[in-house]
Nanobody, 118 residues
Framework: QVQLVESGGGLVQPGGSLTLSCAAS????????MTWYRQSPGKQREFVAE???????NYADSVKGRFTISRDNAKNTVYLQMNNLKSKDTAVYYC????????????WGQGTQVTVSS
């Protein structure tokens, strides 16, 4: 499976910005669709954003216009730029990888904590 390490989380005030990183290894990274998920206390894990091998993107309605997913294939890394953060964005953020015809191929890591608070 693809190994994934998330980083970049922290404490930020409402309206602030933060960029998360996800480093991938264990496979040919450029072939995979990459995704971000998040899980808030007491809630189920939810989809946030995805980016295809061709850099097409898709976002959950709750983050459209505020979050941007991107990838740097030379570094085997996917990013999530988060702007205008709200308290509801507080969660542990996870990334994963997917391959057409195979589905999820990454292992869930520890994630990175994002806390939006005054």
């Amino acid at each position: 499976q693809v190994q994934l390490v998330e980083s970049g989380g922290g404490l930020v005030q409402p309206g602030g910005s933060l960029t998360l990183s996800c480093a991938a290894s264990g496979a040919t990274y450029s072939d995979y669709r990459m995704t971000w998920y998040r899980q808030s206390p007491g809630k189920q894990r939810e989809f946030v954003a995805e980016i295809s091998s061709g850099s097409s993107t898709n976002y959950a309605d709750s983050v459209k216009g505020r979050f941007t997913i991107s990838r740097d294939n030379a570094k085997n890394t996917v990013y999530l730029q988060m702007n205008n953060l709200k308290s509801k964005d507080t969660a542990v953020y996870y990334c994963n990888s997917h391959l057409a015809g195979r589905g999820l191929v990454g292992s869930w890591g520890q994630g990175t904590q994002v806390t939006v608070s005054s």
